[in-house]
Nanobody, 124 residues
Framework: QVQLVESGGGLVQGGGSLRLSCEAS????????MGWFRQAPGKYRLIVAA????????FYSDFVKGRFIISRDNAENKMYLQMDNLKPEDTAVYYC?????????????????WGQGTQVTVSS
């Protein structure tokens, strides 16, 4: 069964850091582009960052550039999101997603597999 499981969320003070992990199982994910999305209460789900299958290409939304870093370990079927200098506006449920091709895309509709999400709460 294809499955993506996020972990690493929690409560942190503004200016702090968290590292999210996404563990993929059920198939080999090495050839799949992956991404992180987030959804705040009452808001649409937005892309945070994306990474191509071999990590050669990455994308960051403007609101996280310079603060977040996306990475992956294909041997371990894992993807990460290092989040530094967190702000209260980063509070959201963060989702891991994968698409069935190697090139990254930034549209939510372009991703085929989704995790259940992990809550990140940043206090002021």
């Amino acid at each position: 069964q294809v499955q993506l499981v996020e972990s690493g969320g929690g409560l942190v003070q503004g200016g702090g850091s968290l590292r999210l992990s996404c563990e993929a199982s059920g198939r080999s994910w090495g050839n799949y582009a992956m991404g992180w999305f987030r959804q705040a209460p009452g808001k649409y789900r937005l892309i945070v960052a994306a990474i191509s299958w071999n990590s050669d290409s990455t994308f960051y939304s403007d609101f996280v550039k310079g603060r977040f870093i996306i990475s992956r370990d294909n041997a371990e079927n894992k993807m990460y999101l290092q989040m530094d200098n967190l702000k209260p506006e980063d509070t959201a449920v963060y989702y891991c997603a994968a698409r069935g091709v190697s090139e990254l895309e930034i549209g939510e509709w372009q991703y085929d597999y989704w995790g259940q999400g992990t809550q990140v709460t940043v206090s002021s």
